[in-house]
């Protein structure tokens, strides 16, 4: 059976899609935003719970390098943005007034310097496709957990370590505390606990070499960190802060998790056991046409998930999303929209999920129509 998606708002982007990345909704109920960030500036546009626009309420943060060479993240008020940098992460308020910068060693992998500045590689050709870190806010804004290439301007945690994990005073930039990320990223996500300030999600990608997935926990003195086995891409937290949604590194089996990163109960689903083919895929060679999990989607609700196989599907015709319902009642079903989809589907956890249209100028959010509501 088919889920019928019903469009329950359009989100216009507020910058134009060539001069800009794509924009992306944020935060959960009461504090909505929708981000996007040009070379010059991030827009942060406040959204009222019917997903519009509050009027009067925007804000703006001037940019410190261009997009992309770097990462970055608003904070859940809009009072200030974060810029994960190649050479520094550095805190910026609307008035473009820098708040604190953090130096680190550069994310050139070839450069051994400690730049002073953006404009010290910023023409240097070698610097140009670095790799990356990334930074993410704590639920209530208080803290900046920071993923950046060691060391720091005091030195390393100890001889070996590449990557840093850091927490970070929001206010003042005073580094909290710092542990060893037992990687060499190409990139990162964080993902963040929709209520604990305390508790953070780190998802690196080292290309092929693997994806290393750390849970963090700040207690006010020190950080402890989980080091999930396996290479995982860690997608989503549940509403209730104790589920994850993973997909593997070979993009084969989509999980549900506990706070732990073990697997629940019978929640693992093989992309070769529940998928079925694309339906304008030859039949001929099955081995050609194999389909598995994006690297995208997220909990809708606590006990359902939306994920899609664009990757694979864009092959062969239009791109597939699914609803899963985690409880088991209802199972796996394929999405139908009133126009094919653009792209790969975030989850907001209220049971909606967004798309972006095909022009890349706004969001659609959805919510599910049959069965159920949502599976509720």
Same mark, same amino acid.
């Given at each position: ?36 960030? &040009? ?98 806010? &704590? ?48 990139? &990162? ?58 997909? &593997? ?45 994006? %690297? ?19 092959? %062969? ?60």
């Amino acid at each position: 059976m088919s889920v019928h998606a019903r469009l329950h708002a359009t989100v216009p982007a507020p910058l134009p899609s060539p001069a800009a990345g794509p924009p992306e909704i944020v935060g959960g109920p009461g504090r909505r935003l929708l981000v996007q960030r &040009s070379d010059e500036e991030i827009v942060a546009l406040p959204l009222d719970d019917a997903y519009a626009a509050r009027p009067g309420a925007e804000v703006r943060f001037p940019a410190p390098w261009p997009r992309d060479r770097g990462t970055w993240e608003v904070s859940p008020d809009a009072s200030l943005a974060v810029f994960a940098g190649v050479h520094a992460v550095r805190a910026v308020e609307p008035s473009g007034a820098t708040r604190w910068e953090i130096r680190h060693g550069c994310w050139y992998g070839a450069c051994r310097e400690m730049h002073d500045s953006y404009d010290a590689y910023a023409e240097d050709g070698d610097h140009r496709y670095p790799e990356e870190g990334s930074v993410g806010f &704590s639920a209530d804004g208080s803290l900046v957990w920071a993923h950046v290439r060691g060391p720091l301007g005091e030195g390393e945690l100890t001889p070996d370590t590449v990557d840093e994990w850091l927490v970070i005073d929001a206010l003042d930039g005073r580094v909290l505390a710092r542990a060893d990320a037992q990687a060499a990223a190409a990139g &990162s996500i964080h993902v963040s606990h929709p209520a604990d300030p305390r508790r953070m999600g780190l998802s690196i990608g080292e290309g092929q070499d693997g994806a290393p997935l750390r849970l963090g926990s700040w207690d006010g003195e020190e950080l402890a960190v989980t080091y999930v086995e396996g290479d995982l891409c860690l997608l989503s937290v549940s509403p209730s802060g104790d589920r994850l949604m993973t997909v &593997s590194h070979d993009q084969d089996e989509l999980a549900v998790r506990d706070s732990d990163g073990h697997v629940l109960d019978d929640l693992a689903w093989e992309a070769e056991s529940v998928l079925p083919p694309h339906p304008d895929a030859p039949s001929d060679d099955p081995d050609e046409t194999c389909v598995y999990w994006d %690297w995208a989607g997220g909990f809708v609700t606590e006990t359902t998930l939306v994920a899609s196989t664009d990757e694979s599907d864009n092959e %062969w015709g239009q791109a597939r999303h699914w609803l899963l319902d985690t409880t088991r009642t209802h199972g796996l079903h394929p999405v139908v929209y009133p126009s094919p989809p653009s792209g790969q589907p975030t989850a907001r956890g209220d049971g909606t999920w967004v798309t972006r249209s095909a022009s890349g100028d706004a969001l659609h959010v959805w919510t599910a129509g049959t069965p159920g509501d949502v599976f509720s």
